[in-house]
């Protein structure tokens, strides 16, 4: 099932080659040698390594497992997941049983969205190999929680998913000599798009805002935008020009936002979305799927993991697009939203090191991905994958994908990012709040003056 051939990067016997893993890996204290270029180790000592598929790596429990046997691991995994995981899991355990290693996995239902808290509350208990998504990824680092990602398997990473993927979860600390990668890429479409009805909107109202609010004026839908979640209300500063930054504190955020830009973007949204009644600000994810039932919903803004649920309201009535586009002072400017990932992360703390990353380093890999985009429409990180049929001939991830086109990536962004620019975003669409110059220009400056504070 797995292929034996090896590629090599440089010139390198085996046997150094098994020495560079085992002198970067130092157990559950998080130093597990990992670079983004072969050749260096985090101790800063030049070493040309061999690179590893997870098809070559599964082929040799050496590789794989070091003389690590008899392992126990946890996983975990989001509920909806659990059942594609374990199959998974158990593939890897049965494989290396077949070269006679014990391992036993257990995986656990637990979400991603919390992932970082779990682990903080207790790093010794929680799972070898957890999910996490991106915005999570820059605290898990400085907290110490991740071991670096094996350095044999750094280059195929690279090579095989996407570039954003790869470098949203490369960090730098004050000790490593550049960045390093952390994670491991799981999913590539962790984003959002606009799902609609299609017996409602056109292809060519989706096209703009202004398109879409006046068929839901004249029909009388709703559509739904959470503006008031920094997670969806920062296209406003996005879609503006702004961009993101941190001091090299990794504390303090930089924004790079010139109100010039974001104020008639900011009026723009205002001008549309406070002046209706059918415009909504409201909980996505707890009131889109019933309102596309119920038939009061004509479009809305919401992530991928809602797919398969919009599609068992509308059927063959979803449609599914990139982000519109909105008039700027005569100017019809792309929405730019936030683009995520999600990442599958070795706790610091795990017994078993070299097995726990080549199980984190297998569920990442083209099979495993290939499998969970099947079974649950999960978009892969994996270049192959995007581009192949599967992916293509999926309206819902090609839009995901397409929006990634006119996005910033889930990165450099501290924990008070979110919450200031939320609150800025629900003003700009609240019908019962002013918006003159003056107001507005206050409001902005609040949102800026929280954020920088930190």
């Given amino acids: 099932m797995f292929s034996k051939s090896k590629r090599v990067v440089g010139v390198l016997l085996a046997v150094l080659m098994l020495a560079a893993v085992f002198a970067g890996c130092n157990g559950g204290t998080g130093e597990t040698s990992s670079t983004g270029d072969s050749g260096t180790s985090s101790g800063g000592s030049a070493t040309q390594i061999e690179s590893v598929t997870v098809d070559e790596m599964m082929a040799d429990a050496q590789i794989a497992m070091g003389d690590e046997d008899n392992v126990t691991l946890k996983v975990w995994c989001p509920q909806d997941a659990l059942d594609v995981f374990q199959k998974q899991c158990d593939a890897f355990v049965e494989n290396f049983k077949e070269q006679g290693r014990t391992i036993t996995i257990e995986v656990n239902p637990q ?45 195929p990473i690279q090579e095989t998913h996407m570039e954003e993927a790869v470098e949203t979860a490369m960090f730098q600390s004050a000790s490593d000599d550049k960045a390093y990668l952390y994670a491991y890429p799981e999913e590539g479409a962790n984003s959002y798009a606009l799902f609609y009805d299609k017996r409602v909107l056109s292809e060519d109202d989706v096209k703009t805002l202004e398109g879409i609010m006046e068929v839901c004026n004249a029909e009388e ?38 109100y010039a830009q974001i104020g008639p973007v900011a009026q723009a949204f205002s001008d549309l979305c406070s002046t209706s009644k059918f415009f909504k600000n409201e909980s996505v994810n707890s009131t889109i799927v019933s309102g596309f039932k119920n038939g009061t919903h004509a479009a809305g803004v919401v992530g991928a993991w809602k797919i398969a649920d919009i599609e068992g309201a509308l059927g063959e009535n979803m449609g599914v697009a990139k982000l519109p586009t909105i008039n700027v002072n005569g100017e019809d400017k792309q929405m730019i939203s936030i683009y995520g990932y999600k990442y599958l992360g070795v706790n610091a703390k795990t017994d078993f090191p070299l097995t726990a990353q080549s199980l984190a380093y297998y569920l990442s890999g083209e099979e495993c991905q290939k499998q969970r985009t099947e079974e649950l429409r999960w978009g892969p ?27 910033l990536p889930q990165k450099n962004i501290v924990t008070g990012f979110w919450t200031p620019t939320g609150t800025y975003a629900a003003y700009v669409v609240d019908s019962t709040k002013e918006h003159d110059e003056t107001t507005m220009q206050q409001q902005y400056d609040d949102m800026v003056e929280v954020i920088e504070m930190g």
Avoid at 111 to 121: C, I, K, L, N
Avoid at 122 to 136: E, L, N
Avoid at 395 to 400: I, T
Wanted: proline fraction near 2%.
């Fill in 111 to 155: 979400g991603e969205s919390d992932a970082q808290a779990q682990v903080r509350t207790d790093p010794d208990a929680a799972a070898d190999v957890f999910g996490f998504a991106s915005d999570q990824g820059l605290a898990l680092f400085k907290d110490e929680y991740l071991l670096k990602v094996n350095l044999r398997y750094v280059e």
């Fill in 381 to 407: 990180s994996i270049t192959s994958l995007i581009e192949s049929d599967l992916v293509q001939n999926d309206v819902a991830l090609k839009a995901l994908y397409e929006q990634q086109e006119y996005s």
């Fill in 221 to 258: 839908k709703n559509f739904l935008m959470e503006m008031g979640d920094g997670y969806y209300g920062c296209v406003i500063p996005f879609t503006g020009g702004g961009t993101l930054d941190l001091e090299d504190d990794l504390e303090t955020q930089i924004l790079n936002y010139d």
